[in-house]
């Protein structure tokens, strides 16, 4: 399995500020995901990042509010711009192992948004 | 659209009952099935299922995949108030086998 950290782990954030949230991996792999779980639901994913390229963001999701860059195969960031209360959630990247296709999620980060 | 739904939503048992938890699935391009166990934030892999019919065990734990009824089943013996969590299940689609999750099984086992 891959080792995958996430910085912060918790921010309590004000309206119409913005969050970079970091995710960082112990080996390269060849696809990162971001995920959102809003409070009492599931995982949605939110887009792919692309390593060298634009992420592929998935419906209902824009460039604009969740700009992410992924500089190389083992280090990935996801913005929260402009933030509302309704952006409270947990934020979480994932990535595909390569040789088994198993996903594995980094530890999170709680965000709040007052 | 890829559609994966679990139940019960919830369920509630007293320590050492056994528990079956459900996956139902339908995916285009179908690949695997996994199963993940949710306490805090992060979920925690506990199987990839890509064949009918093989069991995959760890410890309490097991799970089997039905490629022909699309489902899946998750059993927890002898359970544990440590086994409390929400239990997903989450099928890759799409061409970067990104998840698409159920709604989650909310377990509570009780001393």
């Known amino acids: 399995s891959a080792v995958i950290s996430q910085k912060p782990s918790r921010d309590i954030c004000q309206r119409g500020t913005s969050l970079t949230i970091q995710c960082q991996v112990d080996?390269?792999?060849?696809?990162m995901f971001w995920y959102r779980q809003q409070p009492g639901q599931s995982l949605t994913l939110i887009a792919t990042?692309?390593?060298?390229?634009?992420?592929?963001?998935e419906s209902g999701f824009v460039i604009d509010k969740f700009p992410i860059s992924r500089p190389n195969l083992t280090f990935s960031t996801l913005t929260v711009s402009n933030m509302s209360p309704e952006d409270s959630s947990i934020y979480l990247c994932?990535?595909?192992?390569?040789?088994?296709?198993?996903?594995?999620f980094g530890p999170g980060t709680r965000l709040t948004v007052t | 659209e890829d559609k994966v739904v679990q139940s019960p939503l919830s369920l509630v048992v007293h320590e050492g009952d056994t528990v079956t938890l459900n996956c139902s699935y339908e995916v285009t391009n179908f690949r695997s099935l996994l199963w993940y166990k949710q306490e805090k934030k992060a979920p925690t892999f506990l199987f990839m299922l890509t064949s009918s019919g093989i069991e995959k065990k760890s410890g309490r734990l097991s799970s089997i995949l039905d490629k022909k009824e699309l489902f899946s089943i998750l059993n927890i013996t002898a359970t544990q108030t440590g086994d409390s969590a929400v239990y997903l299940c989450a099928a890759p689609s799409g061409s970067a086998r990104q998840l698409t999750f159920g709604s989650g099984t909310q377990l509570t086992v009780l001393p």
């Open positions: 990042a692309n390593q060298g390229s634009e992420a592929t963001y």
């Open positions: 994932s990535v595909l192992h390569r040789g088994n296709y198993e996903q594995y």
């Open positions: 080996s390269q792999v060849t696809m």
